[in-house]
């Protein structure tokens, strides 16, 4: 029997213009984006139609816009596909807090304001250092490793194989790319964020993020979510409250992640969100998962055709 596992978008995958077409096209859609203009008190929903990139892009407003885009897609899908069965879910960075509100531990209105406050903490780190990232194609996690080793910056994101992120102050990452080519890297290239993170540089978010995360009512996920943190099932509710402070400043194990639901028999998995990077890294993680995602309304009925066939 095929198992199926939700995959939610993180930061760097907001578009202008996400989610648009699918609040024209269905009331569903439209109603989420009012709810949640009117639980943040400002219209997020014209940021993500309209923009501008700028504003659309900083942290404080990306983080929520991804989320709602995913939710709604993920809304979307149970609508169009009410025989829809999923047995997992995982969320890269701020995903992992959509991933925990569809599998029921925390109220898509929480979980919203939850990471509208992470991205602001998290803006606000990015203003206090002088941080980048880089992302490091072609070399293995241990010559990476020594990369960072030598560079004085850390591993971020462990996506797939012959893709991973690093992460630190912005002359260091300059340092890290250079050596990375030298090591044979076959790219290495400076991202376009605010900031460093999953690394020390994001520290003085994480006692911000603990006190607004003691005030959300959690409950235990009523199916598998896998953290970024461990590459494992969360457990019970103070698990999920520490894992979010330290995902902050840990590396997210995406690929360890994804080889931990392959190996418990799941076979199908579905991104919900702007973009389809997920989908990408799981091809490179084992080509013969069945990957499909939801970000627009094509790709909405794509998915409910591939679904009901």
Known sequence: MNKTALLFAGQGAQTVGMGKDLAEKFPMARALFDRANATLGYDLATRCFHGPEPELTNTENAQPAIYLVSWVAFELLK?????????????????????????????????????????????????????????????????????????????????????????????????????????????AVLLPVAGAY?????????PKLQASLAAVRFRSPTLTVVSNVTARPHDTVADIQSLL?????????????????????????????????????????????????????????????????
């Open 79 to 187: 609508e169009q596909v009410p025989t829809l069965k999923f047995e997992a879910t995982a969320g890269l960075s701020l995903g992992e807090t959509t991933a925990l509100a569809a599998a029921g531990a925390v109220s898509f209105e929480e979980g919203l304001k939850l990471v509208r406050q992470r991205g602001r903490f998290m803006q606000e780190a990015c203003e206090e250092t002088q941080g980048g990232m880089a992302a490091i194609m072609g070399l293995d996690e241990e010559a990476t490793r020594e990369v960072c080793a030598q560079a004085g910056v850390e591993l971020a994101n462990l996506n797939c194989p012959g893709q991973i992120v690093i992460s630190g102050g912005l002359e260091k990452v300059d340092r890290a790319c250079e050596l990375a080519k030298s090591r044979g890297a076959k790219k």
């Open 245 to 309: 402070v330290q995902q902050v400043t840990a590396p997210v194990r995406w690929e360890e992640s994804m080889r931990y639901l392959l190996a418990q028999g799941f076979t199908r998995f579905i991104e919900l969100g702007p973009g389809k990077a997920l989908r990408g890294f799981m091809k490179r993680i084992d080509k013969n998962a069945w990957t499909i995602n939801v970000a627009d309304v094509p790709s909405l009925e794509e998915t409910a055709r591939a679904l009901a066939g």
């Open 198 to 206: 999953h690394s020390a540089l994001m520290n003085s978010a994480q």
